[in-house]
């Protein structure tokens, strides 16, 4: 159970009553009772189709979730976010990526400050540069075009752009690669860079802060590589950077004018819409990235006027809520039917995992269920591994599946689509014992499935750079909402902390500079394990 504030609400004692009646509603019977269902519980927004109404829930449940949300202020946290205020107390900023995306004239206000002149100048300085490097009159050290992007980055300086290069790779030249590399693993590097003509490469080095150890590696890395074969005068050709820190990027070797601003009110995992977009842009082109950031405005506006209950990362958010709180629901499956979202897992673990993987209150007091574990990858290979878990293990795991009506290829299009629908009905309908037919009773109890086990599918008219922009943006929503319920902060990453200072201290240790003094027996007899290989 979780914060007495919260368990205490009419609106969540009335739900705890609810959930014991769902618990015995199989949806079948839902479904069976009411042929409007469908219609009654979907919803359509521009290209974007989303279908809740395979879930353990009535107009009743419904109700009574947007009634909690109401109690819980959500209206009011979604003010507050879209009015710049500084909603990530712990840090003392604004959460602002939405101002990234506004497209249109309006003020977007942080600390009395319209932000959008610096939002603006930089978006023309990065399609300046962009075009530039595409249209080759920017050019490497040596007079030869780029050919090769590689984006240096990790955590939300990686996860996001590469999810969205991928995506649109549809929209990308064959004359021009784009990479990303963030593992401090050497063997990424090499393998990245395998092949690869020094003198048309231009590395990204993306980075908040500027200050984050596996990006460091990698930059200095392969800025070695470069000047190895160009010399230290090819570095300002071949680099440039996205950074709060324009300083450290500077002090690097990058010169200002290839060094894009982000500011602290955009959160890493919330990044991909700032200058951190940069490898897609340049991927893609300025315009289809532009075509992304008018997606996600799609979903701000709807966000931020649509009422609660015709609110789609709010429903999403509370249906996410019902589980987790109600049903004890460990997890979330995402599963993209779409061999180009394929990355679509990754970047939401970050994005919900991240951000409200936290355990206490604002308050600082504990609190018990906080956001679900998130995992998944494409359909339908999924199908064949641990889809078995998600029919017939004990545990209940809501799913999303995501799956875009038009594609490349019509007969494999019906396929995915038949393979996503079908599973979406199966886990619904599951298989009573007396369905199970031809088969001897004691074999009965292995071929029946529970069923009753709920999915969300958002159908996408198709994959485009704006349903795209959509996605991450009701996705991000959705999280927020879910962190306004449980009254956590969803935009700090404190937990991440300790691991890198540990490991920043343990490095000396495994170099032999100083001994593993004081750390425990396991750790101190990894770092000897290690340190034996050097003098064996
Ligand atoms: O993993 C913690 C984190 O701070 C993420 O939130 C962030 O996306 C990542 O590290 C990378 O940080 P930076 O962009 O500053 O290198």
């Known amino acids: 159970m979780t914060t007495p504030a919260l368990t205490s609400l009419p609106a969540w004692v009335a739900l705890t009553d609810e959930a014991r009646v769902m618990a015995d509603t199989p949806m079948r019977a839902l479904f069976a009772a009411a042929p409007e269902r469908f219609s009654a519980f979907s919803r359509r927004l521009g ?12 107009a009743t449940t419904l109700e009574l979730l947007i009634g909690l949300a109401k109690a819980r202020d959500v209206e009011g946290g979604r003010a507050a976010m879209f009015a710049g205020k500084h909603i990530n107390t712990t840090e003392d900023r604004a959460v602002f990526h939405v101002a990234m995306r506004n497209m249109s004239d309006r003020a977007m206000t942080v600390d009395g400050r319209d932000v959008m002149t610096d939002v603006r100048a930089t978006r023309k300085r990065l399609k300046d540069f962009s075009d530039a490097v595409r249209n080759g009159t920017r050019k490497g050290a040596t007079g030869k075009p780029i050919r ?28 021009l690669t784009v990479d990303f590399v963030s593992n401090p693993d050497r063997a990424q590097l090499d393998e990245v860079l395998k092949g690869k003509d020094p003198a048309e490469t231009l590395f990204t080095i993306s980075s908040k802060t500027f200050t ?28 440039a950077a996205v950074s709060v820190n324009l300083k450290a990027a500077g002090a690097f070797g990058i010169d200002a004018d290839v060094v894009f601003p982000m500011w602290d009110w955009v959160g890493g995992r919330y990044s991909v819409w700032s200058a951190i977009g940069l490898p897609v842009i340049l ?5 289809v990235f532009e075509q992304f950031l008018k997606g996600a405005e799609e979903v701000d506006r ?3 006027t649509a009422p609660l209950s ?7 958010a509370m249906l996410g809520i019902w589980y987790a709180d109600f049903f004890d629901a460990p997890a979330l499956a995402v599963l993209p039917y779409d061999h180009r979202l394929k990355l679509l897992p990754a970047h939401l673990q970050q994005v919900d995992m991240e951000s409200n993987g936290k355990g206490v209150i604002l308050d600082g007091s504990p609190i018990a269920t906080t956001g679900p574990i998130v995992f998944g990858s494409g359909g339908s290979d999924s199908q064949h591994s641990f889809f078995q878990l998600l029919h017939q293990g004990p545990a209940l795991i809501p799913c999303d599946f995501l799956v875009a009506l038009k594609g490349a290829d019509k007969d494999s299009r019906e396929l ?41 599918t958002l159908l996408l008219d198709a994959l485009t750079p704006h349903s795209l922009g959509m996605i991450i943006a009701l996705y991000e929503h959705k999280v927020f909402v879910q962190g306004l319920i449980w009254g956590i902060n969803s935009f700090d990453q404190w937990g991440v902390e300790l691991g890198k200072e540990l490991a920043t201290s343990l490095l000396p240790a495994l170099r032999g500079e100083k001994p593993a003094e004081g750390r425990d027996s396991s750790t101190a007899g990894l770092v000897a394990a290690y340190r034996a290989t050097l003098s064996g």
Not at 215 to 238: F, I, K, Q, Y
Not at 283 to 287: I, K, P, R, T
Request: with cysteine.
């Open 47 to 58: 290209p974007l189709l989303v279908d809740y109404s395979k879930h353990r829930i009535t």
């Open 148 to 175: 090769h992007i590689v984006n240096i980055g990790i955590g939300g300086s990686h996860l996001g752009p590469m999810f969205v290069a991928d995506a649109l790779k549809d929209y990308q030249r064959d004359d």
């Open 212 to 239: 984050t150890a596996e990006t460091t590696a990698n930059a200095n890395a392969a800025r070695a590589w470069l000047v190895n074969a160009l010399g230290d005068a090819a570095v300002r050709h071949h680099f």
């Open 283 to 287: 991927a893609c082109g300025y315009e």
């Open 302 to 304: 709807h966000f931020e």
């Open 310 to 316: 015709e609110n789609l990362p709010v429903i999403m």
């Open 416 to 456: 995915l689509l038949a393979n996503a629908i079908a599973q979406t009905e199966a886990l619904m309908r599951g298989r009573t014992h007396s369905e199970v037919v031809g088969t001897p009773e004691p074999l009965k109890a292995h071929r029946s499935f529970p069923g009753n086990r709920p999915s969300t």
